[in-house]
């Protein structure tokens, strides 16, 4: 296959192998394991510096950082309708939603549960707490079930690991905040199967 994903499961690499199987492409999976620390490696540094899943390599270059695979996979990809195209009046707030998962839910979701020992004031970072982030993720999906009103798109998939784990039971940020109408997000297991079949079905995916 001309997509390669190196993945290890659990981590933010499930949210692109759920993209890829939205997408509906045939890809080919390269196992990392954390726990054997296979990310620092000589031969996987040379893929991502960083030392971190997942990383995606197509048509011979390598693409990292969650969103932008995913943005990238959505663009490739048109068919299967997962991004607003340019020109499309909703490309503006698509793009938001792109950038606001990882610039500001996720940095507010790391603040609260590894509070820093004296906060810094709210003009001097670019995100707000987390329950305001999330009164601001509530506000959008109330107007339909996803992101962008009733089309399901790769902004949805890539808020599902935030959103999943804000309200994790092991490790409950938000108590009693629910988003009824992400429900497709919050169920992280729930991965479209193409022709009934899961790909790499001894893989984990999460």
């Not at 499961?9 to 692109?16: D, I, L």
């Not at 990809?77 to 195209?85: V, Y």
């Not at 109330?142 to 790769?154: A, D, H, I, R, V």
């Not at 905040?177 to 297991?189: M, Q, S, Y």
Request: neutral net charge.
């Amino acid at each position: 296959a001309d997509l390669l994903l190196y993945h290890a499961a659990p981590s933010r690499s499930s949210v692109v192998r759920w993209m890829l199987e939205e997408v509906g492409e045939s890809y080919d999976v390269h196992l990392l394991s954390l726990k054997n620390g296979d990310q620092r490696k000589p031969d996987y540094l040379e893929i991502n510096p960083q030392g971190k899943v997942p990383a995606l390599r197509h048509k011979g270059v390598v693409t990292t950082e969650v969103a932008a695979i995913c943005a990238y996979l959505a663009d490739e990809f048109p068919k299967a309708k997962l991004a607003i195209p340019a020109g499309d009046p909703k490309r503006g707030p698509y793009l938001t939603w792109l950038f606001m998962g990882p610039s500001a839910i996720e940095p507010a979701m790391m603040d609260k549960a590894f509070p820093r020992m004296s906060a810094p004031p709210g003009t001097a970072i670019g995100y707000r707490d987390l329950d305001q982030v999330l009164d601001v993720v509530e506000r959008a999906v109330s107007k339909g079930p996803y992101l962008m009103g009733e089309q399901f798109t790769e902004i949805d998939l890539d808020q599902q690991m935030r959103v999943k784990c804000a309200f994790d039971p092991d490790h409950l940020l938000n108590p009693g905040k629910v988003f009824p109408k992400l429900r497709r997000c919050a169920e992280l297991g729930r991965v479209v199967v193409h022709h009934n079949k899961l790909p790499f079905p001894d893989i984990p995916r999460f």
